[in-house]
């Protein structure tokens, strides 16, 4: 089969949003069947700037068609425009220029649309607000496939909304409580819809084996007979098999800590984090808190704190697994990659409590904990980090869940009945 994913940006760098649900998808759906990723040239959503160049290139082995955007965002007026619709009564129109305004504007890639929509067997729009959505859907509606990445907001209040879910023939959702918004907020209910989420690349139990042996070194008869009379000794216990000790060796972590994985930035709640964690460490102070990803905020020079910088995707489910505990503060990351990806390597996870999606997978996998306050974070905190038997029956709980149903062939099942269903309809 031949997909086109459409989505307003697209890219490695990208790793938030619908965007980045879109490329998670894509690079996996591709070993299957042959994926065209539609976008723009943008990068920056505050601008929608060119910083692509025109044409075809392929990101991790996936084609991606990249068009030129052809207005810039003026963030004041869409600020102005956006207050003014959210607290007046307005009409279809004025919810049509929001989406304008919104952007990224790429007529060039709505012509495409409109010319080839027919050589695929599938079309799958991501992010419900865009341009690239709400035209390219209407300029091609035959097998269409929304993921709408919704999140309770002002402008989820708009009735343009529900026309177009309706118009879609498939809905598919990152996580159950996204299905629940869709039903209750939007009062939506499609007849083809599915739950499919994200998955998620597993390590073995032992990310570094015990050193293998040099078969010039084999054994002899002889020095076998003799190693089964030492059979009392105990064995010597490999250094690097242990849980994350790369990680630990390289940004010299002696002890427990809990890790951030993600930008560090207000948006994504490390400020309330940060404060939080200063209320644990009053009666823990030996616990550290590792942050890795690009700084854009400024964190407090406490000595409990510690900057580990970006971690390579090959080194980042090294690093869950090193921890003892994940902190997950995003308040509004439908996809909660850094929970799933602890729950593969056995780490329990401490999550936001405002995050829906954070807190259905903590509660199914039985393999995390969740605050809404300073004193809920401080307690939960002191119970994971001082009760080893729960973090490792957590541990166990979460290595199941995502065994059973995060693993990407197990995705890619929910997908193919997604696609099932659109072409059904």
Known sequence: ????????????????????????????????HAVDVLTTCAIDTTTWRNEYSEGTDRVRGVLV??????????????????????????????????????????????????????????IVFFSLYHPTTVLGMAAAPDHSILFPYLRLDAPLRFSVWADLVESAKAVGYLSAGERSLMHQFLRVRPTNEEVVGIGVDTLARQ???RHQQ??????SDEDESEEDGDATLPEEKDYLSGRGIPFRRRHRLYGSFALYGGRVQPTNGCEEMIEYFDGFSETDGDTSLVLTGVKLMNVPAEPYVRLAGVVPDRDRMIAYEAATVTVAPDPDDLLAQPVLES?????????????????????????????????????????????????????????????????????????DRLVTKARSR
């Open 65 to 122: 068609r990249r068009f030129g955007v052809n207005q810039l965002r003026d963030n004041v007026g869409f600020q102005q425009l956006t207050s003014r619709l959210c607290s007046e009564v307005h009409g279809r129109d004025d919810e049509q220029e929001w989406v304008r305004q919104m952007g990224p504007s790429s007529p060039g890639l709505i012509d495409y649309l409109k010319r080839q929509h027919r050589a695929y067997d599938a």
């Open 207 to 209: 990310s570094y084996p």
């Open 214 to 219: 040099n078969p010039a070194d084999a054994l």
């Open 343 to 415: 729950f593969a390597v056995g780490t329990p996870v401490l999550a936001n409590a405002r995050n829906t999606a954070s807190v259905e997978l903590c509660r199914n996998a039985n393999a995390g904990l969740y605050y809404s306050n300073r004193a809920e974070f401080v307690e939960a905190m002191r119970v994971l980090m001082t009760n080893s038997k729960l973090r490792e029956r957590m541990g166990e709980s979460g290595r199941e869940y995502v065994q059973q149903h995060h693993r990407w062939d197990v995705v890619l099942g929910r997908f």
């Open 1 to 32: 089969m031949r997909f086109a994913f459409v989505t307003p940006r697209y890219g490695a760098d990208v790793s938030s949003g619908a965007e980045h649900a879109c490329r998670l998808l894509a690079e996996q759906v591709c070993q299957r």
